[in-house]
């Protein structure tokens, strides 16, 4: 498995401003991934952060919004910009790692932010 | 169409016995892995189980087992001998071979167990 650890675990912020959350992980991953949860809903998968190149984006969500930086392979941060209520939700990073059998993703313990 | 589908929103389950949690899903990738996720109140994703499309055999993992029918394309997850620290949510997900690293989740199942 892997050790992955997240700052903030939750935040209450203001419509109109942005938030960076951390994601570090025990030991150097090639690719970190970034999910959101809308309550109540499944997880969807904002964008990939592969090190030392642009992050790449599923459809819905850009870099504008979402920016992203991958400075090395144990780190990354997602910053929530311009918010409003529709940002709140649960941000969850994860990383994969290969097993005996599969590779699998193991995921932090989710940042939880609400927008007022 | 869905990739990922989990029909069951909301399951109750006496403690000790067992559920059964469906999910079925929809690729025409030869090659692809599914997975079951549990994420408890805290918000947690934590990994159980997964099952390779070219595995014979159905996976275990202590009191989980995956219920894999290739055919009917369904991969239930199947919990025995229920505790009351099974209750969260269940997310059955996929991830396609030629489509990258990406994880597909299904919306999830909801598991009560009574005591």
């Known amino acids: 498995s892997a050790v992955i650890s997240q700052k903030p675990s939750r935040d209450i912020c203001q419509r109109g401003t942005s938030l960076t959350i951390q994601c570090q992980v025990d030991?150097?991953?090639?690719?970190m991934f970034w999910y959101r949860q809308q309550p109540g809903q499944s997880l969807t998968l904002i964008a990939t952060?592969?090190?030392?190149?642009?992050?790449?984006?599923e459809s819905g969500f850009v870099i504008d919004k979402f920016p992203i930086s991958r400075p090395n392979l144990t780190f990354s941060t997602l910053t929530v910009s311009n918010m409003s209520p529709e940002d709140s939700s649960i941000y969850l990073c994860?990383?994969?790692?290969?097993?005996?059998?599969?590779?699998?993703?193991?995921f932090g313990p989710g940042t939880r932010l609400t927008v007022l | 169409a869905q990739k990922i589908t989990q029909t069951q929103p909301g399951m109750f389950v006496q403690e000790k016995e067992a559920v059964t949690l469906d999910c079925t899903y929809d690729?025409?990738?030869?090659?692809?892995?599914l997975f079951w996720y549990k994420q408890p109140s805290s918000g947690e994703m934590i990994f159980l189980i997964y099952?390779?499309?070219?595995?014979?055999q159905n996976a275990t993992e202590g009191r989980y087992s995956l219920n894999f029918q290739k055919a009917r394309k369904s991969a239930n997850l199947v919990i025995s001998a229920s505790q009351l620290g099974d209750s969260a949510m269940y997310f059955c997900?996929?991830?396609?071979?030629?489509?990258?690293?990406?994880?597909?989740f299904g919306g999830g199942t909801r598991l009560m167990v009574k005591p």
């Open positions: 099952q390779g499309s070219y595995d014979q």
């Open positions: 030991s150097q991953v090639t690719m």
């Open positions: 690729t025409s990738d030869p090659s692809y892995g």
């Open positions: 994860s990383v994969e790692r290969s097993g005996s059998d599969s590779d699998t993703q193991y």
């Open positions: 952060a592969n090190q030392g190149s642009e992050a790449t984006y």
């Open positions: 997900a996929m991830r396609e071979d030629n489509a990258g690293n990406m994880l597909t």
